[in-house]
Structure formats: C-alpha cells, structure tokens
C-alpha cells in the first residue's frame, strides 16, 4: 500500500534523526565498562558525577573578578577588559588545541606548546578586537562572534607546518578533516544560538514561551549535523555531540527560562523532553525484547547439544546471568578481532572464519544499516573458540546467535550512554548556571551583564527558583532513568555514567569550560551592542496563528450563565457533584450491552438466518434518531417536537432506514460494505421528512432560519465524524507495528482541526459551546484512541499522548494565568479609585473590602449593581488584541451595535476573537469601566477553564467506558463478530485494559491537578464547575454519549460490513 510505505518513510525517516540509533559499542569499550563496573565503588561514581560540574564555574568566577569600567568610557578607560579579553581568549584556545590533539593523537601538541601557542593567539586575536573596537566603536558589535573567524585563523597559524605533513599522509588527513568539521560545527553553535537568544529578549511576553519551544528542535538538528561530523571518533561520539550541543542548548534554555520565570514553560521543556526519552527507551525496550530471543535461542541449542542430564542446570545458569555477564562470557570465549584472518597469530587450522551474515531487515526501532556496520565490524570476523573442531558444525549457529547478542548489547550500551548523558546535562548546566549567577549578582561587574543589571533580589530567587525546579525535575527523570535501566538490564547507569566521566574527564571539562566560560562573556555589556532585526512581527504572526487555533480563547460566558454558576457553586456540595461526575458516564455503557445482548448468526450464514440482526439494525437507528431529535429540539426550541413526536418520527425513520439497509444488502450482498455509512444519507433525509413543514415556515423568518441551517452544519460535521475517523482507523489497522507508533501521533492533530470546524459551526449556541464542541469531537477522538490503543498496547504510545495532551493543558492554563494577572491589575485600579472617591480616611478599609474579596464574589457583585438602565449608556475602555481591538458589551445592553462606536461593542450572540495578549490602552478609564472589563475577563476565564476541564473529564471516562464495554462483550455470545475481540485471548484483554486504564489514571491524575491549579489560582472549585456544566447540560451530554459509543461499538461488528478501501491499497 502507497501510504503504509509512506508511513513507513516518514518512521524510518524520525529513526534517521536520532542519533543515538546510529552507533554501538565497540568490543574494547565494552571490556573497559565491565571491568570498571566491577572494580568502580557506588562512592566514587557518586564523586564523579558530583564534581564535574565545579571546574568550569570557578575558571568563570576567577576571570570576573577582573574589576571593569562602564562601556560608555569608551575603551581607552577599560584597559583591564583588555586584559581580560586576552585572558578569555588564551583559555579558549587552550581548550580547543587540548581537543584537536585529543582528535588527532600524532599531531605535535605537548602541553607547553599548547600554553605558548594559546598565548601568541590570544595576544593577536585581542590585537584585532583592540583595532576593530578604534574604528567601528566601543563597544563591538557582537564583540565575541565578529573576531571568532580571525581567532580560528591564529589557531590554525602554530598547526601548519603539521598540516602540510598530514596532508600527504592518507591516515592523518581525515582526522585533521574531521576536526576542523567540529570546529565549524561549534563555531556555528556561537552563531545560532546567540541569533536566537536575541530574537528570543525583543519578542513580547506573551510570544516567549512558545518561541521556547523551538528550542528542541535546534538541539535535534544541531546533534545529527555534529553527529556526522565526528564519525571518526567512533565510541567518543556521544560525549562530543552531547557536550557541545546538550551544555550550549540547555545553557541558552536556563538564560530563556531567566528572561522568563514562567512554572508552564518549564514544564513544558520537561514534557518534551520526556517525550524524547520515552522515544530512546522504547528503542531501548526493542533492542532488549531481541536480546531475550536470542538468549532462548542459545539456550534451546545448548540444550540440545548437552546431554540430557544437565540440560536444566546449563538452561538455568544461562538464564541467570546478567546482560553484562553473559557478554563478559562471549567476549572471554570468542576472541574478537577486526583484522584480516591471515594477520593473526593463531594457526589457520585452530581458527574458524565465521561469516556475520547482516539481514535483509532489521528488527523494529534499529535500521538495517547499523546492525552490522562495515566501519566497526568487518563481515569476516576471527575467533578462537573454546568449543573442540569436531564440534564445529553443530556449534556455529551457537555462536553466530551469541556474536549477534553481543552486537546487540553494543548497541544498547551505547544508547543508554547517550540517554544518561543527555540527563545528566541538564542537571548540571541549570547547577552551573545557577552557581553563576548567584557568584556574579553579588560582584561588582554585576551592573554589566544585561540579565543581572536590573535583577533585584526577589526576581534573583524568582530565577534561580525556576532554573533549579527545571534541575530538580530533571534529576527525578536522571534516577527514574537509572532505576528503569537497572530493572530492564540489570546495569547500573550510575556507573556507565562515572565511566563515561572518568574516562574522557580531559574532554568533558574542556567542552564544559569552554561553553560556560563562552556564555558569560557573550553577555557582558563590553562584547555586545544589538542590532535591530525585522523578525519580531513574524513571530506575532505565528503565535497570532496558533491563537487563533485555540478554541477555548474564543469565547466568554455570558452574564447570565455566571449567574447560574455562582448560585450552582454556593448551593451544590461536593458530594452531589462527584456523583454529578461518577454516575454520568454509565448510561451508555447500559444501552450499548443492552442492545448486544441479541443473539447474533455469523454473517456468512446470510440475510435471511439474521433476522434479529435486522430487529439490532432497527432499534439503533431508532436509538440513533431519538438521540438526534432531542438535540435538533435543544437547538432550536421553536421546532414543535414533544416528545411523543420524537419517539413516533423516530420509530418510523428506524423503520425506513431498515429497509433500505435491507434492501440493499439483497441487492449487494450480504454483509452490505460500511452498512452504517452506506445508508447514512438515506437515514438523514428520513430524519428532514418530518420536519419538512416546520422547515418551510422557518425559510422566510430570518431569526429561525439561520438557527435551522446552523444545526444542519453540526449534523454534517457530524458526519465528518462518521467517515474521517473510521478512514484513519482503517489506515491505522494495516500498517506494520512501527508506523502504528508514529501514525498515532495524528490523532491530536485531527483533534485540533475538527475542533475548530466545530466550534466555527455552532456559534448560535453560545454558552453551550465548549460542551457541543468536546462532546463531539473529543468524545470521538478518545474512542478511536482507546481503539489505537488496543492494537498498540505499548505504554511508550500512551505516554506519548499524554505528554501531547499535557503539553495543551498546559498552554490553556498558560492563558488562564495571564488573564488572572490583568484581573488583579484591574482590581487594584478599582481598589484605588474606590478609596479615593471615599476619602482618605476609607482608603485602607476600601482596599482590603475590594482585595479580600474571591473572583467569583466580586463579579457577582459587579453584575448586581450594574443592573438595566445603568451599564446601557456605559463607555467601555478598549482592550487591546494585538493589532487590531475588541470591546465590552454591557451585560444588559442590546443587540445593536452604534455605528460611531462599532469597534467598540460586541455583540451578545457573536464570537469575538480574544487573543492572549491584552492591555488596558486607557490609563484614565471610570471604576465602571474598569469593572465592567474585570467581569469579562472573568467571564473569559470561566469559558477557558469549562473547555479545559471538559476536555481532562471526556479523556477521563470514555477510557472506562471503552473498558467496561469491552469486559463485558468479551464474554458475550456475540463477541465472536467483532473484529476487534475475536482473536484476543485472556491475556491480550487484560494487557489492553491495563494500557487503556492507565492512560485513564494519568488523565484522572491530570484532571485532579487541574482541580488543584485552578483552586490556587482562582478560588474556583473546578469539580462544581464540571458538575454545573454536566448537570444543567445533561441531556445534551448524555445524547452525545450515548450516540458516539453506541455507533463506535456498532461500526466495529462484521454484520455491518467489511472495511474495503481500495484506493489506499
């Protein structure tokens, strides 16, 4: 099929930008890990990892001590920022030759000649930031990134001699190639990320953070073009791409998480890069699955071999061994060796060449390319084995199956090498960054560096508050890692990390010292003068972009619906609203098994043997039909629908539709192909027959009819419904197990669009909104997900989904917060004017009666003293959005709109947009005003928080009910004809309830800290406000559910129809 192989595409293509699937161990490292892992204490490792960090943050310290002048003295008065220049330089250039004579061992760099060298280059190179600062000005622009080309250039002056040697020598030369390829990958790190960390300061509050977030996907661009760089350096791979690329990023995401102490944001950098390590371990879970196959392997064979006797001690005593173990085993038994067989010093007649066949495909997660790769592995492997010649053919299938172990085992020691070292850098950088800054607030050169200049000390403890909650989030996922690592491999990552320390210490501290040291001087005031870049109105735009693809930032409750709510949350206990909550999710679950408890014949015993079939057929489109009455009445109240008619139309539409689907499955055949949707339409015009008088009435009155024709939209977005998700579905069923993983990850696109659609479709139905909207879609969406799920039971899927899902919860709360802030400006301008129109002497009382007060009873309070006759001729202060601006309509005021003040009103049925970013542009606006602009924010507020609550609450119960469905069809008759149950046996229910459950407990705990956030926040019980919506709204709710379980559940069983897409074939 063309879009399975583009699926798979596009996987392989995810696979091929992650660089830790690109490489292995090799056999030497393999040894020096084991021996270091039984010699090395859990003290030392401890040690290790503890004091790496230090060295960097004192070399930076020590050369701020060096006391400077303001930049506006000019240069002539900073003589010692001339000294410390050379300095900065000179330890630069000691790092970077100590790493190129690491890359290239013959290359003459004893440490004196190092020392001198970096010397005479810091000397010249501060020579041509001297000159350059006389004639373009003091202080040079980008200082740092404008000199670096010429400092490359004397670095290279010293090595040229040894280059012209090394040029002739085919061995020496691409090492000398490859390393200068690092320097122009570091050197472009100096570029990008400071480009970035200024376009990052200009943008406003509002676009930072989701400019953050582009954060991650720098990193991943910048580790593969480094990883391509540094193929040369084979085992030291990892270390160098991580600790250029990982320090500098999470260096610049601590000054981005300063220039914006927001808890969201760095929340959500944890939850991507969660996701991201949720990736590395289900390639990590992979690799082990196909380790544990090839470990039953041997053992099978071994068994074979031994006599019978020992066969279950020798089965035993394999199995027991740890994966460290049993590959010390193979490494002691096979004596590897990457050469030809002639240049070894074994007897050709004691040595078997064994031929490592590489596979036609490789297993899921690793590309075929890097199982057996030609640079570490040659096809023709020596051994000495400890097994006798005459053995030699039943042992060779052995020991193929244990050098493939081996490999494997390579393999994941080296993601994981790169797994714990990713962590374990943004650990570090936020304990360096923070050690830094709270050193240099107190020093005196503090007032030059543009992040400290204007920090006091409670935005100091602010920041460093911030950073270190991002570094202590990231050491719980540094010991989940570890504890994950011991329990699935048995190795301890805590000294696989000491190791990697230890082992290549020089280079760790050189990349350490040089991005740390680097960062702080490109913030000093004497190496930076900005330049203006047209970059930040494209960045409003984008964000403008995804605003307006937030549905729940569209809409307010009206002044009614506040009331309602208020009077809700005084009067309901919280006992009635939890059983609002608990019992509202089972009446679908009722009618559903209800309906399935008919006895059903196979399909292929035809028609005519299924007569209850046909009866089913009936009752769930009578079902389906009430269901659709009831919300076209809702709708639209004019329509003379008792419920008698209801039920009388809604029997002679089931009827109707019946014997079409009847009909039709004798003229097609019998199952008839995607039955439910082949006769939808025939079943939408027998639902408009009856209502045909009432829709010809409704044609010529112009406030009926766009009411009429606004419900038709939702029930064609309905039925978009009906054909999208069924297609993906379909799609989804077919593709290979990896791309199942990845397609997944659509579902919250889709999810974002049909919202949209929705949302645009029913804006008749103002407050009812956000519960039409989620009670379609997202109902629908969490369906098919569970169903995803159930032919995906892999936990990293779900925990996919749910970072998704958190990271949108956490920009809607994102929102929320910046809306309670202007709320609490308003209210202190209120408390103010109040006190001052009451004189002096109440100004206290005034301020305290206005501040005490909770959201929700000052906006009753406003809302009763401005009642009809008062807020009509109100002028309202503006609110800006952006560019362009929107109004406040009184809550009493009418429906038309002055044409001298258009802009400035908004009608009651309309949909005004309200973006995040607003300000108050009237800095002389009435208390009335004032008032008026705290309620609808409030009201704006209460929409948010409804959308967002009701999204957690569906994410929530439609997992139990797709469980409780399919525990109890499972043990019915009729479960035998549901394609999705039949072939599953106990143990593959219980696996997909407990994947199902699980993504329903993390959404409880999501909705439970949802509960929590906005008590704190806004003193608003979120649990009544669920119950307020479930309740007042529940026929609503309930039709909605019971119609989109009762379909799913239906579209699933064979007597419905086969699903047959030839197109997609």
Same mark, same amino acid.
């Given at each position: 099929?063309?879009?399975?192989?583009?699926?798979?595409?596009?996987?392989?293509?995810?696979?091929?930008?992650?660089?830790?699937?690109?490489?292995?161990?090799?056999?030497?490292? @393999?040894?020096?890990?084991?021996?270091?892992?039984?010699?090395?204490?859990?003290?030392?490792?401890? =040690?290790?990892?503890?004091?790496v960090?230090?060295?960097?943050?004192?070399?930076?310290?020590?050369?701020?001590?060096?006391?400077l002048?303001?930049?506006?003295?000019?240069?002539?008065?900073?003589?010692?920022?001339?000294?410390?220049?050379?300095l900065?330089?000179?330890?630069?250039?000691?790092?970077?030759?100590?790493?190129?004579r690491?890359?290239?061992?013959?290359?003459?760099?004893?440490?004196?000649?190092?020392?001198?060298?970096?010397?005479?280059?810091?000397?010249?190179?501060?020579?041509?930031?001297?000159?350059?600062?006389?004639?373009?000005?003091?202080?040079?622009?980008?200082?740092?990134?404008?000199?670096?080309?010429?400092?490359?250039?004397?670095m290279?002056?010293?090595?040229?001699?040894?280059?012209?040697?090394?040029?002739?020598?085919p061995?020496?030369?691409p090492?000398?190639?490859?390393?200068?390829?690092?320097?122009?990958?570091q050197?472009?790190?100096?570029?990008?990320?400071?480009t970035?960390?200024?376009i990052?300061?200009?943008?406003?509050?509002?676009?930072?953070?989701?400019? =953050?977030?582009?954060?991650?996907?720098?990193?991943?661009?910048?580790?593969?073009?480094?990883?391509?760089?540094?193929?040369?350096?084979?085992? #030291?791979?990892?270390?160098?791409?991580?600790?250029?690329?990982?320090?500098?990023?999470?260096?610049?995401?601590?000054?981005c998480?300063?220039?914006?102490p927001?808890?969201?944001?760095?929340?959500?950098?944890?939850?991507?890069?969660?996701?991201?390590?949720?990736?590395?371990?289900?390639?990590?879970?992979?690799?082990?699955?196909?380790?544990?196959?090839?470990?039953?392997?041997?053992?099978?064979?071994?068994?074979?071999?031994?006599l019978?006797?020992?066969?279950?001690?020798? *089965?035993?005593?394999?199995?027991?061994?740890?994966?460290?173990?049993?590959?010390?085993?193979?490494l002691? /038994?096979?004596?590897?060796?990457?050469v030809?067989?002639?240049?070894?010093?074994?007897?050709?007649?004691?040595?078997?060449?064994?031929?490592?066949?590489?596979?036609?495909?490789?297993?899921?997660?690793?590309?075929?390319?890097?199982?057996?790769?030609?640079?570490?592995?040659?096809?023709?492997?020596?051994?000495?084995? +400890?097994?006798?010649?005459?053995?030699?053919?039943?042992?060779?299938?052995?020991?193929?199956?244990?050098l493939? !172990?081996?490999?494997?085992v390579?393999?994941?020691?080296?993601?994981?090498?790169?797994?714990?070292?990713?962590n374990?850098?943004?650990?570090?950088?936020?304990?360096?960054?923070?050690?830094?800054?709270?050193?240099?607030?107190?020093?005196?050169?503090?007032?030059?560096?543009?992040?400290?200049?204007?920090?006091?000390?409670?935005?100091?403890?602010?920041?460093?508050?911030?950073?270190?909650?991002?570094?202590?989030?990231?050491?719980?996922?540094?010991?989940?890692?570890f504890?994950?690592?011991?329990?699935?491999?048995?190795?301890?990552?805590?000294?696989?990390?000491?190791?990697?320390l230890?082992?290549?210490?020089?280079?760790?501290?050189?990349? %350490?010292?040089?991005?740390?040291? !680097?960062?702080?001087?490109?913030t000093?005031?004497?190496?930076?003068?900005?330049?203006?870049?047209?970059?930040?109105?494209? *960045?409003?735009?984008?964000?403008?972009?995804?605003?307006?693809?937030?549905?729940?930032?569209?809409?307010?409750?009206?002044?009614?619906?506040?009331?309602?709510?208020?009077?809700?949350?005084?009067?309901?206990?919280?006992?009635?609203?939890?059983?609002?909550? +608990?019992?509202?999710?089972?009446?679908?679950?009722?009618?559903?098994?209800?309906?399935?408890?008919?006895?059903?014949?196979?399909?292929?015993?035809?028609?005519?043997?299924?007569?209850?079939?046909?009866?089913?057929?009936? %009752?769930?489109?009578?079902?389906?039909?009430?269901?659709?009455?009831?919300?076209?009445?809702?709708?639209?109240?004019?329509?003379?629908?008792?419920? %008698?008619?209801?039920?009388?139309?809604s029997?002679?539409?089931?009827?109707?539709?019946?014997?079409?689907?009847y009909g039709?499955?004798?003229?097609?055949?019998?199952?008839?192909?995607?039955?439910?949707?082949?006769?939808?339409?025939?079943?939408?015009?027998?639902?408009?027959?009856?209502?045909?008088?009432f829709?010809?009435? =409704?044609?010529?009155?112009? #406030?009926?009819?766009?009411?009429?024709?606004?419900?038709?939209?939702?029930w064609?977005?309905? #039925?978009?419904?009906?054909?999208?998700?069924?297609?993906?579905?379909?799609?989804?069923?077919?593709?290979?197990?990896?791309?199942?993983?990845?397609?997944a990850?659509?579902?919250?696109?889709?999810?974002?669009?049909?919202?949209?659609?929705?949302?645009?479709?029913? +804006?008749?139905?103002?407050?009812e909104?956000?519960?039409?909207?989620?009670?379609?879609?997202?109902?629908?969406?969490?369906?098919?997900?569970?169903?995803?799920?159930?032919?995906?039971?892999?936990?990293?899927?779900?925990?996919?989904?749910?970072?998704?899902?958190?990271?949108?919860?956490?920009?809607?709360?994102?929102?929320?917060?910046?809306?309670?802030?202007?709320?609490?400006?308003?209210?202190?301008?209120?408390?103010?004017?109040?006190?001052?129109?009451?004189?002096?002497? =109440?100004?206290?009382?005034?301020? /305290?009666?206005?501040?005490?007060?909770?959201?929700?009873?000052?906006?009753?309070?406003?809302?009763?003293?401005?009642?009809?006759?008062?807020?009509?001729?109100?002028?309202?202060?503006?609110?800006?959005?952006g560019?362009?601006?929107?109004?406040?309509?009184?809550?009493?005021?009418?429906?038309?709109?002055?044409?001298?003040?258009?802009?400035?009103?908004?009608?009651?049925?309309?949909?005004?947009?309200?973006?995040?970013?607003?300000?108050?542009?009237?800095?002389?606006?009435?208390?009335?005003?004032?008032?008026?602009?705290?309620?609808?924010?409030?009201?704006?507020?209460? !929409?948010?928080? #409804?959308?967002?609550?009701?999204?957690?609450?569906?994410?929530? *119960?439609?997992?139990?009910?797709?469980?409780?469905?399919?525990?109890?069809?499972?043990?019915?008759?009729?479960?035998?004809?549901?394609?999705?149950?039949?072939?599953?046996?106990?143990?593959?229910?219980?696996?997909?309830?407990?994947?199902?459950?699980?993504?329903?407990?993390?959404?409880?705990?999501?909705?439970?800290?949802?509960?929590?956030?906005?008590?704190?926040?806004?003193?608003?019980?979120?649990?009544?406000?669920?119950?307020?919506?479930?309740?007042?709204?529940?026929?609503? @709710?309930?039709?909605?559910?019971?119609?989109?379980?009762?379909?799913n559940?239906?579209a699933?069983?064979?007597?419905?129809?086969?699903?047959?897409?030839?197109m997609?074939?």
């Amino acid at each position: 099929m063309r879009l399975t192989l583009l699926v798979q595409k596009l996987a392989e293509y995810w696979e091929s930008t992650q660089v830790e699937l690109h490489g292995f161990y090799s056999v030497e490292r @393999v040894r020096e890990l084991i021996a270091y892992n039984e010699q090395a204490s859990i003290f030392r490792a401890l =040690a290790v990892l503890a004091l790496v960090p230090w060295p960097c943050v004192v070399v930076t310290i020590l050369v701020d001590l060096i006391p400077l002048r303001p930049p506006s003295e000019g240069l002539e008065a900073n003589y010692l920022f001339i000294v410390r220049v050379f300095l900065a330089f000179w330890v630069a250039t000691i790092v970077i030759n100590l790493q190129f004579r690491h890359s290239v061992p013959p290359a003459p760099l004893s440490n004196t000649r190092i020392i001198v060298s970096g010397a005479l280059t810091a000397v010249l190179t501060t020579g041509v930031v001297y000159a350059l600062s006389m004639n373009i000005g003091f202080p040079l622009p980008f200082g740092i990134i404008t000199v670096s080309p010429m400092w490359v250039l004397f670095m290279l002056i010293p090595l040229l001699s040894f280059m012209k040697k090394a040029r002739s020598d085919p061995e020496v030369w691409p090492l000398v190639v490859n390393t200068l390829k690092v320097w122009i990958c570091q050197e472009s790190l100096v570029v990008i990320y400071p480009t970035y960390f200024y376009i990052f300061t200009t943008l406003p509050a509002d676009a930072k953070t989701p400019f =953050a977030f582009l954060l991650p996907v720098i990193k991943i661009f910048l580790r593969n073009v480094m990883s391509r760089t540094v193929v040369h350096l084979n085992d #030291e791979i990892p270390e160098v791409v991580l600790m250029n690329v990982e320090v500098f990023n999470s260096l610049f995401m601590s000054y981005c998480m300063q220039n914006t102490p927001s808890m969201w944001t760095t929340l959500g950098l944890i939850a991507i890069d969660g996701a991201q390590m949720a990736a590395s371990m289900h390639d990590v879970v992979v690799v082990i699955q196909r380790l544990q196959i090839l470990k039953e392997r041997v053992n099978t064979e071994r068994g074979r071999q031994l006599l019978s006797n020992a066969t279950t001690t020798q *089965i035993k005593i394999l199995r027991r061994k740890t994966i460290l173990l049993y590959t010390q085993n193979i490494l002691g /038994r096979y004596k590897l060796a990457q050469v030809s067989v002639g240049s070894t010093d074994f007897p050709l007649s004691s040595v078997e060449n064994l031929e490592l066949k590489p596979k036609a495909t490789s297993f899921k997660g690793v590309p075929k390319q890097i199982v057996y790769s030609p640079s570490r592995l040659s096809k023709v492997v020596s051994l000495r084995k +400890v097994f006798s010649v005459n053995d030699a053919q039943c042992t060779e299938d052995i020991t193929q199956l244990e050098l493939e !172990y081996a490999q494997h085992v390579q393999k994941v020691l080296y993601i994981t090498e790169f797994m714990l070292l990713i962590n374990y850098v943004e650990v570090i950088v936020p304990v360096i960054f923070s050690a830094n800054l709270l050193v240099m607030y107190h020093l005196p050169n503090r007032v030059y560096y543009s992040q400290i200049d204007s920090m006091d000390d409670t935005k100091l403890w602010s920041t460093v508050g911030n950073v270190m909650l991002y570094c202590f989030l990231q050491l719980v996922s540094l010991v989940i890692l570890f504890m994950m690592l011991w329990h699935k491999l048995h190795i301890s990552a805590l000294k696989q990390l000491a190791f990697v320390l230890e082992k290549q210490g020089e280079q760790v501290q050189t990349k %350490l010292v040089f991005w740390v040291f !680097y960062n702080v001087q490109a913030t000093l005031q004497h190496f930076v003068r900005p330049f203006s870049m047209g970059i930040s109105s494209w *960045i409003w735009k984008l964000t403008d972009i995804w605003e307006n693809a937030q549905v729940e930032l569209h809409g307010f409750y009206s002044a009614e619906r506040v009331r309602e709510f208020i009077k809700y949350n005084q009067h309901t206990s919280t006992l009635r609203a939890i059983f609002v909550l +608990v019992i509202m999710p089972w009446p679908c679950v009722i009618i559903t098994i209800l309906v399935d408890l008919i006895p059903l014949r196979s399909p292929s015993e035809g028609l005519n043997a299924n007569s209850l079939f046909v009866l089913r057929v009936f %009752l769930s489109f009578l079902l389906a039909s009430i269901v659709v009455y009831l919300q076209f009445r809702h709708s639209i109240p004019a329509a003379s629908l008792s419920s %008698l008619r209801v039920l009388a139309t809604s029997f002679i539409t089931a009827t109707q539709t019946t014997g079409v689907l009847y009909g039709l499955s004798c003229a097609i055949g019998f199952p008839l192909p995607f039955g439910i949707i082949t006769v939808s339409p025939a079943w939408v015009a027998f639902l408009l027959i009856p209502l045909a008088s009432f829709l010809k009435r =409704a044609r010529s009155d112009p #406030e009926l009819w766009p009411l009429v024709v606004n419900s038709l939209k939702v029930w064609v977005c309905q #039925e978009s419904l009906v054909v999208i998700y069924p297609t993906y579905f379909y799609i989804f069923t077919t593709l290979p197990a990896t791309g199942k993983t990845y397609f997944a990850f659509l579902l919250p696109l889709i999810k974002i669009i049909l919202r949209n659609i929705m949302s645009r479709t029913v +804006v008749h139905l103002n407050d009812e909104i956000p519960e039409v909207v989620l009670m379609n879609v997202e109902v629908f969406n969490s369906l098919f997900m569970s169903y995803c799920m159930q032919n995906t039971p892999s936990i990293w899927t779900t925990l996919g989904l749910i970072a998704i899902d958190g990271a949108q919860m956490i920009a809607s709360m994102h929102d929320v917060g910046k809306i309670i802030k202007r709320m609490e400006i308003v209210r202190n301008r209120v408390a103010a004017e109040r006190a001052r129109e009451s004189g002096e002497d =109440a100004t206290a009382v005034q301020l /305290r009666r206005i501040q005490r007060a909770t959201i929700l009873g000052y906006t009753m309070d406003i809302i009763t003293r401005h009642q009809l006759g008062q807020a009509s001729a109100v002028e309202v202060a503006l609110i800006l959005i952006g560019p362009s601006s929107t109004g406040v309509v009184p809550f009493c005021a009418k429906a038309e709109p002055k044409k001298q003040s258009q802009s400035a009103i908004v009608l009651v049925r309309s949909k005004p947009k309200f973006g995040a970013r607003k300000v108050f542009s009237s800095a002389k606006a009435d208390v009335t005003s004032l008032e008026l602009n705290y309620a609808l924010n409030v009201r704006k507020v209460l !929409y948010i928080t #409804e959308f967002v609550i009701l999204i957690n609450y569906v994410e929530v *119960i439609v997992p139990i009910i797709f469980s409780a469905n399919l525990l109890v069809m499972y043990h019915l008759p009729n479960r035998v004809y549901y394609s999705q149950i039949v072939s599953m046996d106990d143990g593959k229910l219980r696996k997909t309830v407990e994947n199902v459950m699980l993504y329903c407990l993390l959404q409880l705990l999501s909705l439970i800290i949802l509960f929590l956030v906005l008590w704190r926040r806004l003193r608003i019980s979120g649990l009544r406000q669920l119950a307020f919506v479930l309740e007042k709204q529940c026929e609503q @709710v309930q039709t909605k559910l019971i119609f989109w379980v009762f379909y799913n559940v239906q579209a699933t069983l064979q007597h419905f129809g086969e699903c047959c897409f030839p197109m997609l074939t």
